[in-house]
């Protein structure tokens, strides 16, 4: 794998967008906490066929305007049309967004036709078209294939083809295998893909919410991690340290391998992040 140190190590984070005003205050402690760590962006998410579309932009409006952040709104583009599409944009555009993270997003329960936009390479499209360099595009990479590919050749494939639609950046499912990622980088080498991959990390803070999100979106858990933390039944602190420890030196092996960063999925809590990144040495 040729070390991609060549692009700045730096931190971002991910957020959910808050469907209660006690949450929404809760998320602004949190995003103060997690300050320090001088993060390059701050994405949020963004429901299946915008079922949080309202709560997104209100969040991402609270991060550009009072935070010295950047904000990066997730962007699906199932169920969605060019007039949406293009109202969004606006929108954001407006707040002055930088960053889009593009995606295909999930089939809402019930609804048969995609719509106009059927992939995330057709949003990429869209958005390089109709914005130029606007945006900066990221766009979603899984090193232990896409849950709906056959076979890692098919995901490389379909990967390539959406950065090729105009993608700069690539922020890759959680994992806990360190080779997942080498591996992936190296078929992403191999087929000519060339932009900073940034390795999406996942802190350790329940275990039921872990398996049960890990079945949901394909990522593995290793039997050995599972074993793990099964172990610790009702100790949660106990849980808690032991995931910091496994998370923090998956991190750092993977930014000793040339990672041009760590992407934090927080679940909107600062504690564990906070603690990881302090474990964390950047080249």
């Not at 869209?126 to 766009?139: A, C, L, N, P, Q």
Request: with cysteine; charged share 25%.
């Amino acid at each position: 794998m040729k070390s991609q140190i060549k692009y700045e190590q730096k931190f971002s984070l991910e957020f959910f967008p808050p469907r209660t005003d006690k949450g929404m205050e809760k998320l602004k402690t949190v995003i103060q906490d997690l300050s320090p760590l001088n993060p390059e962006y701050m994405s949020v998410t963004y429901g299946a066929g915008g079922t949080t579309q309202a709560k997104t932009l209100e969040t991402v409006s609270y991060i550009q305007q009072h935070s010295p952040f950047d904000a990066a709104p997730h962007l699906t583009c199932i169920g969605a049309t060019e007039e949406s599409l293009t109202e969004l944009l606006d929108t954001y555009e407006a707040l002055g967004v930088k960053r889009i993270v593009a995606l295909r997003g999930d089939l809402p329960s019930g609804m048969m036709d995609p719509g106009e936009f059927k992939f995330a390479s057709d949003l990429v499209k869209y958005i390089k078209d109709t914005r130029g360099d606007t945006f900066k595009i990221e766009v979603a990479a899984y090193p232990e294939t896409h849950p709906q590919a056959r076979n890692c050749n098919v995901g490389i494939k379909w990967f390539k083809h959406k950065v090729d639609q105009g993608a700069d950046a690539a922020i890759t499912q959680y994992f806990y295998n360190v080779d997942s990622y080498l591996y992936f980088i190296d078929n992403c080498e191999r087929n000519g893909i060339d932009l900073p991959i940034i390795p999406g990390v996942m802190p350790i803070l329940n275990y039921d919410n872990l398996i049960r999100f890990s079945e949901a979106c394909g990522a593995e858990v290793p039997r050995w991690l599972k074993c793990r933390l099964e172990s610790f039944d009702d100790d949660q602190a106990g849980l808690l340290a032991f995931g910091e420890d496994v998370v923090s030196e998956l991190s750092q092996k993977l930014l000793d391998a040339g990672a041009p960063g760590i992407h934090f999925y927080s679940m909107n809590q600062a504690e564990a992040t906070l603690n990881i990144a302090k474990n964390l040495t950047f080249k």
